[in-house]
């Protein structure tokens, strides 16, 4: 229906069309009377300002079904919003940027970035038209040799156990070890089969570089001489420093003592009746140890000596301080060896102390007490408590 009445609007609109033609072509003069071309460009110009309307067809009974069907469905359907135009201004404000998010290259680009870089030239041969190529620059190859690396270490010494220090300090840690030098493919022994002998035979040149053993495979050090004395001075570097450490542990209290890694301790000294003969050695160490490492880093302390009984020096744990430190070297060169050994009641009485972070216990022999027993009441003591317990044996032919 839709379509017959664009046909008929159309057929009206070509009428329309034909009868204006007509009237021009009646109303047409000579192109030498400039009346006539001036009352038809009035004319023209009357038509474009009031143009003719056409009159709307009579709708049918079927147009009008249609249309009243389509005005019910518009009413039951959700009112739309009406989207509103408004014409582009000078004045019109510009809306805030809104922030970008950080970019990143993918990996893809980044790999495509790192392009090798080939340079060659194309020429022409002699015979036929053949074309030779001659590279002049060539992609750097990337090499798996080892390196050898400088050892950093440190010039002054540490406070911390010979287990802290090695894990900074150690051959594997500054990278100087054999077995890393040794890792690379090209430090394998390698062994081919040979047709002929039907057997594997080794590369031409193997015996030349020097080889070893490393759990059962057999690698080859290809190092040049400058590189092999450049590793010979890194590790005397290594060792060189080792023995300085050690001399540093050997040294004063700390030969028998250890080094004080805690800032609050109590130490227990045996006191018992086979200590006599070397108890005039141990003062003198512990003099130098409250001196030396309590005194010098501030660690609060406490002592107890024990034989048949336990003997506390104070009731609670001491700043360093020196009037503390005379009254303690004091306190240590009245003490006499006698009596048996209550390493337990001891051990007790130590950790009554709870601010108390080691316990150092130095001993000469076998507790009164069964070993095992002392053992299990010290776990038992140092559940849910962070104290260390560093037990020394000095003298010690026991065997438990």
Not at 233 to 262: A, C, H, K, N, P
């Amino acid at each position: 229906m839709a379509e017959m009445e664009k046909a008929v609007n159309y057929s009206q609109k070509c009428a329309m069309l034909v009868k204006s033609l007509k009237q021009r072509s009646d109303n047409k003069q000579p192109d030498d009377d400039p009346e006539s071309e001036e009352s038809q460009r009035a004319q023209i110009k009357r038509e474009k300002r009031n143009p003719l309307k056409l009159s709307a067809p009579k709708p049918t009974a079927l147009t009008l079904a249609r249309m009243q069907a389509r005005e019910d469905s518009l009413e039951d359907s959700p009112p739309s919003r009406a989207v509103t135009w408004r014409p582009s201004s000078v004045k019109a404000s510009i809306p805030p940027a809104q922030p970008m998010k950080s970019w990143s290259p993918s990996e893809n680009e980044v790999k495509q970035k790192k392009k090798i870089e080939v340079s060659q030239s194309v020429f022409y041969t002699e015979e036929g038209n053949s074309v030779g190529l001659v590279f002049k620059k060539y992609p750097k190859a990337k090499s798996v040799r080892k390196s050898i690396p400088f050892a950093a270490l440190p010039k002054e010494e540490a406070i911390s156990s010979t287990k802290q220090w090695l894990k900074k300090f150690s051959i594997k840690r500054l990278k100087l070890d054999l077995h890393r030098l040794l890792s690379g493919p090209d430090c394998t022994h390698q062994k081919k089969l040979v047709p002929a002998m039907q057997k594997k035979v080794s590369a031409k040149y193997c015996t030349i570089f020097p080889s070893v053993e490393v759990n059962g495979v057999v690698k080859h050090l290809q190092f040049q001489p400058p590189e092999l004395e450049e590793y010979i001075d890194q590790t005397e570097r290594v060792l060189r420093r080792y023995i300085q450490r050690m001399q540093w542990l050997l040294s004063g209290s700390r030969r028998l003592f250890g080094t004080v890694l805690e800032k609050s301790v109590c130490i227990l000294l045996d006191t018992s009746g086979s200590m006599d003969p070397y108890l005039s050695e141990v003062k003198k160490e512990m003099t130098s140890l409250i001196w030396e490492q309590l005194h010098k880093n501030g660690v609060s302390f406490n002592l107890l000596s024990f034989s048949d009984s336990v003997q506390v020096w104070k009731d609670r744990l001491m700043d360093a301080t020196e009037e503390a430190c005379h009254e303690a070297v004091q306190w240590v060169s009245m003490v006499k060896a006698h009596g048996s050994t209550c390493t337990l009641e001891a051990l007790q009485a130590a950790f009554q102390f709870a601010d108390a972070q080691g316990i150092y216990l130095l001993t000469d022999g076998k507790p009164d007490t069964s070993c095992n027993f002392v053992l299990k009441e010290t776990e038992k003591l140092m559940q849910g408590k962070q104290i260390a317990v560093h037990a020394i044996s000095f003298n010690c032919s026991d065997r438990y």
